[in-house]
Protein backbone atom coordinates (compact mmCIF):
# COMPACT_ATOMS: atom_id res chain seq x y z
CA UNK A 1 0.00 0.00 0.00
CA UNK A 2 1.41 3.45 -1.26
CA UNK A 3 1.69 6.43 1.79
CA UNK A 4 0.79 9.99 1.03
CA UNK A 5 2.50 13.09 2.73
CA UNK A 6 -0.24 15.60 4.38
CA UNK A 7 0.65 18.51 5.65
CA UNK A 8 -0.51 19.66 8.73
CA UNK A 9 0.02 23.02 10.61
CA UNK A 10 -0.96 21.53 13.78
CA UNK A 11 0.99 17.80 13.13
CA UNK A 12 3.21 18.82 11.22
CA UNK A 13 3.79 16.57 7.85
CA UNK A 14 2.80 12.98 7.94
CA UNK A 15 3.37 9.77 6.19
CA UNK A 16 -0.48 8.09 5.67
CA UNK A 17 -1.50 5.14 4.52
CA UNK A 18 -3.40 5.53 1.51
CA UNK A 19 -5.96 3.29 3.99
CA UNK A 20 -6.37 6.31 6.34
CA UNK A 21 -7.57 8.39 3.81
CA UNK A 22 -11.66 9.44 3.87
CA UNK A 23 -13.62 10.70 1.00
CA UNK A 24 -16.40 12.98 2.44
CA UNK A 25 -19.01 13.53 -1.11
CA UNK A 26 -20.82 16.27 0.93
CA UNK A 27 -17.95 17.14 3.00
CA UNK A 28 -18.07 17.95 6.88
CA UNK A 29 -21.24 20.28 7.67
CA UNK A 30 -20.13 24.15 7.98
CA UNK A 31 -16.93 22.82 6.09
CA UNK A 32 -18.77 21.59 2.56
CA UNK A 33 -15.25 22.33 0.69
CA UNK A 34 -13.38 20.08 2.95
CA UNK A 35 -13.76 16.44 1.14
CA UNK A 36 -10.70 14.93 1.67
CA UNK A 37 -8.91 13.89 5.14
CA UNK A 38 -6.56 11.59 6.69
CA UNK A 39 -6.76 10.12 9.72
CA UNK A 40 -4.46 9.89 12.61
CA UNK A 41 -4.32 8.43 15.55
CA UNK A 42 -3.55 10.34 18.52
CA UNK A 43 -3.68 7.57 21.46
CA UNK A 44 -2.67 3.96 21.66
CA UNK A 45 -5.66 2.68 22.13
CA UNK A 46 -7.31 3.89 19.34
CA UNK A 47 -10.23 5.89 21.15
CA UNK A 48 -9.31 9.47 19.53
CA UNK A 49 -7.79 10.55 16.25
CA UNK A 50 -6.92 13.53 14.43
CA UNK A 51 -9.32 14.29 10.98
CA UNK A 52 -6.66 16.02 9.07
CA UNK A 53 -7.77 17.49 5.80
CA UNK A 54 -5.96 16.90 2.94
CA UNK A 55 -5.99 19.91 1.02
CA UNK A 56 -6.13 22.64 3.88
CA UNK A 57 -3.42 22.25 6.44
CA UNK A 58 -5.19 24.36 9.17
CA UNK A 59 -7.80 22.39 9.35
CA UNK A 60 -8.04 19.54 11.39
CA UNK A 61 -10.55 17.50 14.40
CA UNK A 62 -10.12 16.15 16.72
CA UNK A 63 -12.82 12.63 17.04
CA UNK A 64 -13.50 9.69 19.23
CA UNK A 65 -15.27 6.14 18.23
CA UNK A 66 -18.07 6.55 20.67
CA UNK A 67 -18.04 3.37 22.10
CA UNK A 68 -14.97 4.03 24.08
CA UNK A 69 -17.00 6.85 26.19
CA UNK A 70 -20.85 6.02 25.79
CA UNK A 71 -20.62 2.15 25.01
CA UNK A 72 -24.66 2.12 24.27
CA UNK A 73 -24.54 4.75 22.13
CA UNK A 74 -26.02 3.19 19.14
CA UNK A 75 -27.40 5.74 16.65
CA UNK A 76 -30.07 4.69 13.98
CA UNK A 77 -28.49 5.36 10.86
CA UNK A 78 -30.95 5.99 7.99
CA UNK A 79 -30.98 4.27 5.12
CA UNK A 80 -31.01 6.32 2.66
CA UNK A 81 -27.37 7.31 4.05
CA UNK A 82 -26.75 3.87 4.25
CA UNK A 83 -27.90 3.27 0.91
CA UNK A 84 -25.87 6.51 0.02
CA UNK A 85 -22.28 5.07 1.96
CA UNK A 86 -22.97 1.60 0.32
CA UNK A 87 -23.26 -0.02 4.12
CA UNK A 88 -24.59 -3.38 3.88
CA UNK A 89 -22.92 -4.54 6.92
CA UNK A 90 -22.50 -3.66 10.42
CA UNK A 91 -18.91 -4.83 10.66
CA UNK A 92 -17.74 -2.16 7.60
CA UNK A 93 -18.88 0.86 9.77
CA UNK A 94 -17.26 2.72 11.94
CA UNK A 95 -18.86 5.63 14.14
CA UNK A 96 -16.53 8.71 14.64
CA UNK A 97 -17.62 12.14 16.75
CA UNK A 98 -16.47 15.19 16.61
CA UNK A 99 -14.75 16.42 19.63
CA UNK A 100 -15.17 19.74 21.17
CA UNK A 101 -12.52 21.54 24.14
CA UNK A 102 -13.28 24.17 25.75
CA UNK A 103 -12.52 25.89 29.42
CA UNK A 104 -15.79 24.18 30.72
CA UNK A 105 -14.77 20.26 29.09
CA UNK A 106 -14.45 17.94 26.86
CA UNK A 107 -17.24 17.05 24.62
CA UNK A 108 -18.49 14.92 21.95
CA UNK A 109 -21.19 15.84 18.95
CA UNK A 110 -23.40 12.56 19.17
CA UNK A 111 -26.45 13.94 17.03
CA UNK A 112 -23.81 14.99 14.75
CA UNK A 113 -21.83 11.77 14.24
CA UNK A 114 -19.64 10.55 10.87
CA UNK A 115 -20.77 7.65 9.53
CA UNK A 116 -17.51 5.75 7.72
CA UNK A 117 -18.03 3.01 5.13
CA UNK A 118 -14.31 0.66 6.12
CA UNK A 119 -14.41 -0.69 2.83
CA UNK A 120 -15.04 2.06 0.56
CA UNK A 121 -13.36 4.81 3.09
CA UNK A 122 -16.10 7.29 2.06
CA UNK A 123 -17.86 8.77 4.82
CA UNK A 124 -20.60 10.61 5.83
CA UNK A 125 -21.37 13.25 8.60
CA UNK A 126 -24.87 12.65 9.62
CA UNK A 127 -27.55 15.07 11.75
CA UNK A 128 -29.77 12.45 13.64
CA UNK A 129 -33.65 13.51 15.05
CA UNK A 130 -33.05 11.36 18.10
CA UNK A 131 -32.77 14.28 20.60
CA UNK A 132 -31.85 11.96 23.54
CA UNK A 133 -28.15 12.97 21.66
CA UNK A 134 -26.41 16.02 22.42
CA UNK A 135 -23.93 18.35 20.08
CA UNK A 136 -22.28 18.78 23.83
CA UNK A 137 -21.93 15.09 25.22
CA UNK A 138 -19.39 15.19 28.13
CA UNK A 139 -16.41 12.42 27.71
CA UNK A 140 -15.93 10.62 31.00
CA UNK A 141 -13.16 8.56 30.70
Same mark, same amino acid.
Given at each position: ??????????????????????????????????????????????????????????????????????????????????????? *????? *??????????????????????????? *?? *????????????????????
Amino acid at each position: MSTVIVESERLGPLNCDEAALLSFPRGLLGFEHAREFAVVSADEDGAYSWLQCMNDPQLSFLAVVPSFFFPDYSPVIPDADADELGL *TSDSH *TQLLALVTITDDGVTANLLGPIIVNLR *TR *TARQLVLSEQQYSVKEPLVA
